[in-house]
């Protein structure tokens, strides 16, 4: 039995209220999570051809924090990558740790992948560029998926070898952060979006659909289904050298697929097959 | 080391709501349509990025793609001219 001197002397630890925390409705963050899952697939389909071992990159959740609690990946392959939201106050960041990076440029060279000791050594020139460019190109589709959630235009992307100099955000500000990670290979292959917390409000004020109280999962999927997607047609691809492509000069002329086997694509994916018959005055797509 | 890389042929791209992309089914028939006076145009895209635009014409049966803009001699991720050239028209053909 506790006496009240025995209570008194324990040590209750005080949790200081966090009044620059966001304030999140839960169809907010259910919406906000299904977008960065829908990311995930798309990054995975993507890089199809080059992720070893048919693994997939996985959207493991969203949580808040804020800045320096953010546990920063410091071996020389980690890819750290700034960005805004433009005309928006909302900043982010991606970093992929070394191991990721490592992974990724081991699959784009069809070398295997890095020995456990090989996540801390830096990359070359080559594998630098090319784990610059999937990165690159993994914030690309990020930014599409964005516009088409209408939480605007990913902008003023630059590179950054150290996050803390990065002058992005104050230490206690709270971060909406977003994990991803590649399981069951044994390493550490996650991915971290940061952004400022008041993004996901941000989502609200874009939505103009109300999300009623009664059926949730309804009115996000009426809300999805209306949103709109940029559709290709795409007439066909090829292989090519990057120092062929490098040599294109304008007047240069190439002969393209006959556009038998088209398709229909967004965000790079082939939703429906198609033919395309090129005419004089148009074209003239026939869904298959 | 000779890298490669895949390279897309677009013809156009559209900004469409999921519902109506979900229920495009076979038979039915978009048209693109450049504007009046102008080729008809491709974008040349590779890992994301619009490396050129062409004029696509038909020669000899071929289709033929002519380099009007080469952007990797601007250098690498400059966005190109968009081809809004398209509309759609559902379920025309003999279904």
Not at chain 1, 274 to 282: D, F, H, L, N, V
Request: net charge negative; aromatic share 4%; charged share 20%.
């Amino acid at each position: 039995m506790s006496t009240t001197a025995a209570i008194a002397s324990v040590e209750t630890p005080i949790r200081k209220y966090e009044l620059g925390r966001p304030i999140i409705r839960r169809e907010q963050r259910l919406t906000f999570e299904a977008i960065h899952r829908a990311i995930a697939q798309t990054w995975s389909e993507s890089m199809a051809d080059f992720l070893q071992g048919n693994v997939k990159l996985q959207f493991e959740g969203l949580d808040f924090g804020a800045f320096s609690s953010v546990a920063v990946d410091e071996s020389p392959s980690a890819q750290i990558v700034l960005f805004s939201i433009a005309s928006t106050p909302i900043n982010g960041f991606m970093m992929l740790s070394g191991a990721l990076a490592q992974f990724l440029v081991g699959g784009r060279l069809a070398m295997g992948s890095a020995p456990e000791d090989q996540s801390a050594t830096r990359f070359t020139r080559i594998e630098g560029a090319i784990a610059r460019e999937t990165t690159r190109s993994m914030l690309g589709r990020l930014g599409e998926a964005y516009a088409v959630a209408g939480l605007g235009a990913v902008a003023n992307i630059r590179e950054c070898d150290d996050l803390a100099d990065s002058f992005l955000f104050e230490p206690d500000e709270s971060l909406a952060l977003l994990r991803f990670r590649i399981s069951g290979t044994g390493k550490d292959l996650s991915l971290l979006i940061a952004l400022s917390g008041s993004i996901v409000a941000a989502l609200a004020e874009h939505q103009p659909t109300v999300v009623t109280d009664g059926d949730t999962r309804a009115a996000i999927i009426d809300v999805v289904r209306r949103l709109p997607i940029e559709v290709e047609v795409v007439l066909g691809s090829w292989r090519a050298s990057i120092a062929e492509l490098m040599r294109l000069q304008v007047g240069d002329r190439i002969v393209l697929p006959d556009g038998e086997d088209a398709w229909l694509a967004a965000r790079s994916i082939r939703i429906r097959p198609a033919s395309i018959e090129i005419r004089a005055s148009g074209a003239t797509i026939d869904i298959l | 080391m000779m890298f490669t890389t895949v390279v897309d042929a677009v013809l156009a791209r559209a900004k469409m709501p999921l519902e109506v992309v979900a229920a495009l089914s076979p038979n039915d028939r978009l048209e693109v349509e450049p504007p009046a006076g102008s080729h008809l145009l491709v974008q040349l895209i590779a890992e994301g990025q619009i490396i050129a635009l062409a004029s696509v014409e038909v020669v000899d049966g071929l289709l033929i793609a002519t380099i009007v803009e080469n952007h990797l001699s601007n250098g690498p991720g400059l966005a190109g001219r968009r081809i809004d050239q398209w509309k759609r028209n559902k379920a025309m053909t003999t279904a």
